[in-house]
């Protein structure tokens, strides 16, 4: 089982409409988690850090489950803007080890 | 600031061929890191460093070597290019080890 997982998709999403995704992790004691963006042939950038609490920035939401050990991003009224692949970063506690995932492909469609 | 650099954007080479892909920050950040990112495994992280004169392996670091003279440089060098390392190299920088990570805009190698 790969240590961190995510459905590559693609998710074919009209404008306009809601679409979440999970990124499930393997490593209880992981502590910090991120969500990239990464448009094609470039390369990813900072979305949003994920908190304990769960967090927003604009139309985007990001949330942790600890227990069931997956996080997951919403994006409402989608935007065409908003197709790209979507990357999961989940840090360790210990030792600083940075693990990605395979990323969720979105295609935000008129 | 020009945030951090790649150099080339694009290389073929022929397998056995040696070469180097240079990265350079001016964000003075400690933490530098090199990634390969190939279809469906996400980035995979080759070599890492914490500061000048230190590195350590990553996930993936056979069949290439890296250095850290200075805070802001850190060339990968692939030793002997082999067709299984065709990938997109990404080099990153971070204040910390565990905050965001700033990317290059990428190497597209292709080894024939």
């Known amino acids: 089982r790969k240590e961190v997982e995510q459905d590559p998709g693609p998710f074919n999403v009209p404008e306009g409409a809601t679409v979440a995704f999970n990124c499930t992790y393997s490593n209880s004691a992981s502590q910090s988690f991120f969500w990239y963006r990464q448009d094609c042939r470039k390369e990813p950038k900072l979305l949003m850090s994920?908190?304990?609490s769960g967090n927003e920035d604009g139309r985007f939401t990001a949330q942790l489950n600890r227990a069931s050990q997956y996080i997951s991003l919403l994006i409402r009224d989608s935007k065409l803007s908003d197709s790209a692949t979507y990357l999961c970063?989940?840090?360790?506690?210990?030792?600083?080890?940075?693990?990605f995932g395979g990323g969720t492909r979105v295609l935000v469609k008129p | 600031n020009a945030g951090v650099t790649q150099t080339p954007k694009f290389q073929v080479l022929k397998t056995g061929q040696s070469m180097t892909l240079q990265c350079a920050q001016d964000?003075?950040?400690?933490?530098m890191s090199w990634y390969r990112q190939d279809p469906g495994m996400g980035l995979r992280l080759i070599h890492y460093s914490v500061g000048a004169g230190i590195t350590d392996q990553g996930e993936v670091p056979n069949g290439y070597n890296v250095s850290r003279s200075t805070t802001e440089d850190f060339p990968l060098r692939l030793l002997s290019a082999a067709p299984s390392q065709t990938s997109v190299y990404f080099c990153a920088s971070t204040p910390t080890g565990r905050g965001e990570q700033y990317f290059g805009p990428g190497t597209r190698l292709t080894v024939t």
């Open positions: 994920v908190y304990s």
């Open positions: 964000m003075n950040h400690e933490y």
């Open positions: 970063v989940v840090i360790e506690a210990a030792g600083n080890k940075l693990t």
